[in-house]
Every structure is written in C-alpha cells, then in structure tokens.
C-alpha cells in the first residue's frame, strides 16, 4: 500500500500525536508498506530546522515538511496544500490527524476531489471538555467544514472506546474504528540502571518520587496535582514531586504558583523535556506515575509508564482507565484531590502492592500496547477501507454501464 499521513507538525513538543504518527509509520515501512508524511515546520513559536518542500528518508519511510504560514494557531501552509492537491492521487489510502487545522481541511478536500479514502484520527479533538473551549469559533467551524470533512470519511480513527463514546453528540456519519497508540517493546527491553536519575538531583537520595511525565498544559490537572502534593507534602518528607515535560504556552509559570501557595515548590523539581535515555531513567527510578488530567484521548504516557513497571494513578478522563482499571495496573480517580492524594498515599505505604500493580501494567502493555501488534490491526483497517472502496468504485461502473 501507498499511505500518506497528514499532520500539523511532529515537533517533539507536541507529545503524544507526534511520537505515534513517527512511530507508526515505522512500523508500517518495516512490514513493507511505502508510507509518507506531510507536515509543516512549525514548532511552538519557533520553526524546526528542516529541508522544506522535499522528502527526506528516515527509518524507511519519507517526511515532507512544508513552511508554517499565519495564522500559526491553525497551522495554514499554502504550499501543503499545493502539495496535497498535486500528490494526493498517487496514494491509495490517506490518514489525517487533529481536525481543526488547515491540513485537515486541506486533506479532506483532495481526497474527495480525487476520489481516494481517508481516515480522520481526531486526538481527542472532539472531546466535549475541548469542543467547550472556543465554542462560538468551533462551532463554526464544525458547520462550515468540519462536519462535511467527518461525515465522508471512509472512517474515523478512535485510539479507545471511551473515546468514540465522547464524540456521539456530533452524529458523525462514518463509522469509527478503534485501534490504540503503541510502544517500541525494544526500548523497554534494557531500561537504565536504578539510579541514574536520582544521581543527577542529589535531593532525591533516599526519597520516594512522584512522577508526572507529560506536556505542561492546562488539561493536564495540574491545579488538581499541585493541591495534592501539597496535602501529601505536608503530611509526610519522604516524597518528592517530579515533572517532566515540555512547557506549553508559559503554563509551568501557573503551576509553580500553586505548588508555591501550598507550600510545595521546595519538594518539586521541573525538569524539562526529558528524552530517550533521560526519560527512561526519570521512568526506571520513580514509584508513581500520576496523570489526573481533565481530558486525555488515550494518554501514551500512561502506557511508557506502565511498560517500566511503575503503577500508575489516573483520572477517569484518561481514555484507556478502563483497561488500566480493569487490568489491576494503577488507580483510576475522579477529578478530587482527596481521592488522587488518598491513592498517592497508599501506594507511597504498600510497596508490594506498588510492584505488583507494576507487574500487571507491563502485562497490559505486552498484550495491548506494543506497535508490531497495533500496525497489524491499522493494516487491517486499511485493507478493509480500500475493499470496501474497490467494491463501491465497481458498482459505480457497473451503474454507468446500465445507463
């Protein structure tokens, strides 16, 4: 198959969209598939130093990056879309990520125009906590475009069930399909060893560590979280909150004043973008992993998390807290303080229980979350999109031949 994916950017900045669609499509190369992405070079308020307009090779498959343009919010390219509109025929299946930016709109239009499938993958975009912010701009939108762009999909591409759940107000008319994000199982195979981390902060020598391992955002709960730790700090010395993430918008700045009112900054380290090697030993030396966030399509994290054997406490707006739920890996909270400190607090006292939620979680990860088994089940749906493409393209001749 020849598959073009379609994304705003892949700036590491962006978290889990970016990683996944990389990875992906690796894993689709390596099982022989010809696989492209178009993207731009936007990356926050600066661009990323990359050859523009021309493929550039990596892993086995190629990327085409394409210069941002204003508005920068919705990521207009008007050379991505030239580009779309010249190229998009020679492929035989195009996957599309995020819904309100250019590209979509973009991708969408030719995809139509050319008669080739299309998948939409909305990144929890449609979640009723998101669709709330902006409304009067998204809905729109959505009216003028959107819907249009959802409805003649070949389908929509939901990473869980909770989250096809959540986008049933918006009636879509294609049918959604469920296929999760994965992990690289060989990065996990040879973590780092105990320590590393906890020597490159030398206060956290012979403290426990509460990891928050995410982009620094406003849907985070990291409101939530500052009020914990700090009911958690002020009961006990023995713990330390780490986050590790990139900055989004200035956002660190909020949250360093609520661990500040709480008396809680002094026991917190923010550590940045934390990457390969780095990541794995903040993963590998922590105890919990803790993402109380308001709304998380899926939560990639999460699952990094798990396949290092750390428990992990979520709220129930982490897409993928019923499997974690019901796979014995973690907590699943409400948005309540009370209950995301109680649950830190108990796991912080039962060290048995936290290895055994962490056993339990690499489990999980093995049977669900690892790419060879993901790019099996995307090919699938592939395969049965073009089949059913070829099907309604024969019939449209046999039509035409009856006239």
Excluded at 286 to 292: E, G, H, K, R, T
């Amino acid at each position: 198959m020849k598959i073009l994916h379609v994304i705003a950017s892949i700036a590491p900045r962006y978290g889990g969209p970016s990683k996944v669609v990389i990875e992906l499509c690796r894993e689709l190369a390596k099982v022989g598939h010809e696989v492209t992405i178009f993207t731009t070079n936007v990356d926050g308020d600066q661009n990323l130093d990359v050859p523009l307009e021309r493929l550039v090779e990596i892993n086995g498959f190629n990327i085409r990056y394409f210069p941002i343009q204003w508005p920068r919010y919705y990521t207009v390219s008007l050379p991505l879309g030239r580009a779309l509109g010249k190229n998009i025929s020679r492929f035989d299946i195009v996957h599309i990520h995020s819904t309100y930016n250019f590209h979509t709109l973009a991708a969408s239009h030719y995809c139509r125009r050319f008669n080739v499938p299309y998948l939409i993958n909305p990144h929890g975009s449609l979640d009723p906590y998101l669709t709330r912010r902006h409304p009067i701009r998204k809905w729109i939108y959505t009216s003028l475009f959107l819907q249009r762009d959802l409805d003649r999909a070949a389908a929509i591409h939901f990473k869980t069930q909770e989250e096809m759940w959540l986008t049933e107000p918006f009636e879509i008319k294609a049918p959604g399909v469920v296929v999760p994000n994965g992990i690289d199982p060989s990065e996990f195979s040879h973590l780092p060893a105990h320590g590393l981390f906890r020597h490159k902060y030398p206060e956290l020598r012979g403290k426990k560590i509460v990891l928050f391992l995410s982009r620094i955002n406003f849907k985070k709960g990291l409101d939530i979280l500052a009020r914990v730790f700090g009911e958690v700090a002020r009961k006990r010395d023995d713990v330390y909150l780490v986050l590790t993430g990139p900055d989004n918008q200035g956002y660190g700045a909020k949250v360093r004043a609520w661990l500040q009112e709480e008396g809680a900054l002094g026991r917190s380290i923010f550590t940045g973008m934390l990457l390969g090697e780095e990541k794995l030993a903040a993963l590998r030396d922590s105890d919990i992993f803790v993402l109380p966030s308001y709304t998380e399509n899926f939560g990639i994290a999460v699952v990094e998390a798990m396949a290092c054997g750390l428990p992990v406490i979520i709220s129930n707006k982490v897409n993928i807290w019923r499997e974690v739920s019901d796979g014995g890996a973690g907590i699943v909270t409400d948005w309540d303080s009370h209950q995301v400190a109680e649950a830190i607090a108990r796991l912080l006292d039962d060290r048995n229980l936290r290895e055994e939620m962490g056993e339990r979680g690499k489990k999980l990860v093995e049977e669900k979350y690892t790419w060879p088994e993901v790019a099996k089940e995307m090919i699938e749906v592939y395969e049965q999109i073009l089949d059913s493409h070829r099907a309604n393209r024969f019939r449209d001749s046999e039509r035409k031949l009856d006239h």
